[in-house]
């Protein structure tokens, strides 16, 4: 399995982002993705899940109505577009997915190294 | 949301000593209907993404040393080193997956004394 994002920037408050993590290794299309992020030197934030098929999503309270999760699963791809964005939302964002084991989709078994979004003017 | 709480917030080990993590929940994450804790405890070495240690409370994930044990149940749980290696400094984390949203704790760090 291997997980690998991109699309992280410095990006000035009220502006826009959009992340991207290519997954390999496994049946993308059959399994749930996440967005975790962490703020330098804080702890661990999820911030969005999506079902397999894309049409099941759900958002922190802190990011709805802001990102956007998506997913393009002929292309084994996972998205996050983030809109009007705030100093708060400076952050490593990571990409996620579940234990091959636990129907669970919120045990986190395998992460991306991460992309670094700052907002700040 | 469930509020994870660790205590303490970091601690300092000497080499081959035992480190023990507490992780308090706000409300219980022990399903009855399988009687399984989810409870799952994460390690993340500076600069790395986080790594699955323990799941279900107390099940090691496959390669974990088995100097790390996890237990507990309901409310109340614990991560034990049972003799700290130098590889083991860093920040470690607790997470409910009983519900939506999951949530974690402040996070550990363990340093060597």
């Known amino acids: 399995v291997q997980l690998v994002e991109s699309g992280g920037g410095l990006v000035q408050p009220g502006g826009s982002l959009r992340l991207s993590c290519a997954a390999s290794?496994?049946?993308?299309?059959?399994?749930?993705m996440t967005w975790v992020r962490q703020a330098p030197g804080k702890g661990l934030e999820w911030v969005a899940n999506i079902k397999p098929d894309g049409y099941e999503r759900y958002y922190a309270d802190s990011v709805k109505g802001r990102f956007t999760i998506s997913r393009d699963n002929a292309a084994n791809s996972l998205y996050l577009q983030m809109n009007s964005l705030r100093g708060e939302d400076t952050a490593v964002y990571y990409c996620?997915?579940?234990?091959?084991?636990?129907?669970?989709?919120?045990?986190?078994?395998?992460w991306g190294q991460g992309t670094l979004v700052t907002v700040s003017s | 949301d469930i509020v994870m709480t660790q205590f303490p917030d970091s601690l300092a080990v000497s080499l081959g000593e035992r480190a023990t993590i507490n992780c308090k929940s706000s409300q219980s994450v022990l399903y009855s209907s399988n009687n399984k804790n989810y409870l799952a405890w994460y390690q993340q070495r500076a600069g790395q993404p986080p790594k699955l240690l323990i799941y279900?409370?107390?099940t090691r994930e496959s390669g974990v040393p088995d100097r790390f044990s996890g237990s507990g149940s309901g409310t109340n749980f614990t991560l034990t080193i049972s003799s700290l290696q130098a590889d083991d400094v860093a920040l470690y984390f607790c997470?409910?997956?009983?519900?939506?949203?999951?949530?974690f704790g402040q996070g550990t760090k363990v340093e060597m004394k």
């Open positions: 996620a997915r579940r234990h091959s084991d636990s129907p669970s989709w919120s045990l986190f078994a395998y």
């Open positions: 290794g496994f049946t993308f299309r059959d399994v749930s």
């Open positions: 997470q409910q997956y009983y519900n939506t949203p999951p949530t």
């Open positions: 279900w409370a107390s």
